[in-house]
T-cell receptor, first 115, second 111 residues
């Protein structure tokens, strides 16, 4: 069964450094998302992406964050200058297209630790 | 932001019995609801969903009930199995794509 994959599984970085989290969505999916879960808290929406542009973003997704689909398979989340509070699990998700009942399928996540 | 609430942080059920997980929401504009299951160190796994125009959806051992007047949905697992032990998240969607998640309920199924 096709699945969303994410790399790396765990990323440790120093505060102020840039990180890029990578995702390979399911191949025929056209809508892509990033969510995050801070330890002990809810899963929170960050951004949705369709047709090579952001369709919606949350208040969390400020100028330090950016997303890109550099080629036909990868979808990346970049954090320009990491802060301690960016430490969280980051989940990528994707869905097919069009149908109002299409489900978002999630990857296994990248644990980001900012020191 | 408390638009989706799961008021029970944990639930313990004996194997073979029914597990009922509850979720309340405040936004009447939500049009689609989903349940996800999550194991530690893994991403949420889709279980079952329901459109706001329905009141029940069933898939094998899993049934989701929606009571729009009460703004309440529930997930029934019958019979419960030890492999069902995980954290269950309720999520809701309003017109746009983003999902709003509840805080999760940890289900433990014991023999």
């Amino acid at each position: 069964e096709p699945e969303v994959t994410q790399t790396p599984s765990h990323q440790v970085t120093q505060m102020g450094q840039e990180v890029i989290l990578r995702c390979v969505p399911i191949s025929n999916h056209l809508y892509f998302y990033w969510y995050r879960q801070i330890l002990g808290q809810k899963v929170e929406f960050l951004v949705s992406f369709y047709n090579n542009e952001i369709s919606e973003k949350s208040e969390i997704f400020d100028d330090q964050f950016s997303v890109e689909r550099p080629d036909g398979s990868n979808f990346t989340l970049k954090i320009r200058s990491t802060k301690l509070e960016d430490s969280a699990m980051y989940f990528c998700a994707s869905r097919v297209a069009g149908g109002s009942t299409d489900t978002q399928y999630f990857g296994p996540g990248t644990r980001l630790t900012v020191l | 932001d408390q638009q989706v609430k799961q008021n029970s942080p944990s639930l313990s059920v004996q194997e073979g019995r029914i597990s009922i997980l509850n979720c309340d929401y405040t936004n009447s504009m939500f049009d689609y609801f989903l349940w996800y299951k999550k194991y530690p160190a893994e991403g949420p796994t889709f279980l079952i969903s329901i459109s706001s125009i329905k009141d029940k959806n069933e898939d094998g051992r899993f049934t989701v009930f929606l009571n729009k007047s009460a703004k309440h949905l529930s997930l029934h697992i019958v019979p419960s199995q030890p492999g069902d032990s995980a954290v269950y998240f309720c999520a809701a969607r309003v017109n746009t794509d983003k999902l709003i998640f509840g805080t999760g309920t940890r289900l433990q199924v014991f023999p």
